[in-house]
């Protein structure tokens, strides 16, 4: 097929597009690695329980006020973020603060919490897929590509939120605590930093930010208690060729990623963007282990 610059345009913002998504959902993941040295096989699920609440409250909504499709969705996403945040906070105090630096237990404690969070999803929502209404309508043109308007806010809100966690880890006092228990937790904790208390910090962050992506998704996609599984796989793929902890490694890997799926889509089929997906991450585990941006173990 002939790559013209109208079709090249196209494949770039629906990169942008998928992978602003991909990249909110990955820096989740990779902040609560950075701080806790825990890998959150659960993560995906947060992102999942999120969806699910906006597409089973928002009918009612709806019904109830007439209002506008969008003020009902930021309504629901609302009370999706709140609902997330008890569930996680509950779920570290519970199960993930008697894990932390533990990778072994961490691992099983995390699988087991995706089994029964998914299973207590199947009960509660159901196994049919819910959909969320139509947003906004029309579309907007980039350069000869174009993206729905509701598809374009949604881009932005992404955007916006990773430039809000990189200015939080970057500028704020938080940020530097996190850094700094990410780097060396005991010279941190010598500084009378209270490792316990970022590491819940951090965990909540974590997954405010796989709520919020999954609130993003739910208007774009059939939503189902499966949902995260998908997404959590493709951020473990962003991690380790972005690099496991990295920041910047994660929004790098998220739009490469986002790439090889929009364009190997487009010109072969998405099977054989899966499949270029994995072997790109063989690639890296054989020649760069660390990722791009991850710093080789000393």
């Keep these: 097929?002939?790559?013209?610059?109208?079709?090249?345009?196209q494949l770039l913002v629906n990169t942008l597009q998928i992978g602003a998504v991909y990249v909110l959902f990955s820096l989740g993941l990779t902040l609560v690695f950075g701080v806790m040295k825990v890998i959150n096989f659960a993560h995906g699920q947060f992102f999942t329980l999120a969806a699910l609440v906006i597409a089973?409250?928002?009918?009612?909504?709806?019904?109830?006020?007439a209002l506008p499709a969008w003020v009902d969705y930021l309504v629901c996403f609302g009370i999706a973020i709140g609902i997330v945040g008890i569930v996680g906070a509950v779920l570290y105090f519970v199960g993930f603060e008697r894990y932390l630096r533990d990778l072994v237990g961490s691992f099983i404690l995390s699988v087991g919490l995706l089994l029964f969070l998914e299973g207590i999803y199947l009960w509660l929502f159901g196994g049919a897929p819910r959909v969320v209404p139509k947003l906004l309508t029309g579309q907007v043109s980039f350069f000869g590509g174009a993206m729905e308007s509701q598809r374009l806010v949604i881009c932005a809100i992404a955007l916006a939120a990773t430039g809000g966690l990189y200015w939080i880890v970057a500028k704020t006092r938080l940020g530097k605590a996190l850094r700094a228990v990410a780097e060396d937790r005991e010279a941190a904790m010598l500084q009378g930093i209270r490792y316990r208390r970022i590491s819940f910090y951090g965990f909540m962050i974590g997954s405010g930010l796989a709520a919020i992506s999954g609130g993003l998704i739910a208007p774009l996609t059939a939503i189902s208690p499966s949902l995260g599984n998908d997404y959590l796989s493709k951020a473990f793929i962003i991690i380790i060729i972005g690099g496991l902890g990295s920041i910047p490694g994660a929004i790098l890997g998220g739009f490469l990623i986002a790439a090889v799926e929009s364009f190997a889509g487009y010109f072969l089929d998405l099977s054989y963007a899966t499949i270029a997906m994995f072997v790109l991450v063989m690639v890296f585990l054989l020649v760069r282990p660390q990722g791009i941006l991850g710093l080789a173990e000393r």
């Design 56 to 65: 089973a409250i928002m009918p009612e909504f709806t019904e109830r006020f």
């Design 1 to 9: 097929m002939e790559l013209s610059v109208g079709l090249f345009a």
